[in-house]
């Protein structure tokens, strides 16, 4: 066994049922202990919420934690962002100006306040409404303002400056800590999981729960790096993590 860089997404991912989320756990500091491998969380969640979540479920500390779509990333514990990736971030960020052309969109429901963020803007979005995304996509475009929508789970919608995302995010952990894209897991459920799928020929794990969204982009990006699993969240991330050959 050698050490792999392994990056989750938390909700209906790594977490979701109990019992696994246990067992793969404790397989994953065992093997952080012996082989050096290294864990990381990527969530959709803010800070509070994240802190909600890891209390509820007694998560252990990863060695980074990317928050708030890709957008945040906290190394070893920190509670300060990776000033480098905020300033990454920062060129051309302007959410005021965002915020002037979503107002525009009656369909578009703020978040509320903590899952606003320095390079995030989220909304609900009912997924019936949804139509409006090319419209609202095209009118950010003419601003030039360098942004992506993402939008997630039927409901979710967020504003990310164009150089951020789960994935790029990861991409910037992997090479700073040089693991090879083929000793590199990447594991989620939903859209803003797309990123991680989406940036590079690392391992893929799509839990057997995944959202429609998603599993309608690997239909039509089907790649042999990547492995549909057949459990749900924790389980199937261990049944990906048995396939790829990276725990017995
Ligand atoms: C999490 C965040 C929310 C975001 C969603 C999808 O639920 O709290 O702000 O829109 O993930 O990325
Ligand atoms: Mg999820």
Redesign the pocket.
């Given at each position: 066994m050698t050490k792999f860089l392994f990056v989750t997404d938390l909700?209906h991912t790594f977490v979701g049922d109990d019992q696994a989320l246990l067992e793969l756990s404790d397989r994953l500091q065992r093997h952080r202990e012996e082989h050096g491998t290294k864990i990381v969380y990527s969530?959709?969640?803010?800070p509070v919420?994240y802190r909600e979540l890891q209390q509820e479920k007694n998560l252990f500390s990863p060695d980074a934690l990317v928050l708030s779509?890709g957008t945040e990333i906290y190394l070893d514990g920190s509670n300060n962002p990776d000033s480098q990736w905020s300033s990454i971030l920062s060129q051309g960020w302007d959410s005021q100006k965002i915020l002037s052309i979503t107002e525009q969109f009656p369909e578009l429901v703020l978040?509320p306040d903590t899952?606003q963020r320095p390079f995030?803007v989220?909304f609900f979005l009912k997924a019936e409404l949804s139509g409006i995304l090319p419209q609202l996509e095209s009118e950010l475009q003419k601003t030039k303002l360098n942004v992506k929508l993402?939008y997630?789970?039927g409901i979710?919608?967020?504003i990310l400056p164009l150089t951020s995302d789960k994935g790029q995010a990861m991409q910037f952990l992997r090479q700073k800590w040089k693991f090879a894209a083929e000793q590199t897991v990447v594991c989620g459920d939903s859209g803003?999981d797309i990123a991680l799928f989406a940036v590079g020929r690392e391992r893929g794990i799509i839990v057997g729960n995944a959202r429609p969204e998603l599993l309608q982009w690997h239909n039509q990006n089907p790649a042999d790096y990547r492995y549909l699993a057949q459990n749900r969240c924790a389980a199937g991330i261990m049944e990906g993590l048995t396939y790829f050959g990276f725990l017995e």
């Open positions: 909700d969530t959709g969640r803010s919420l779509v978040q899952e995030k989220s993402i997630s789970s979710d919608l967020d803003n």
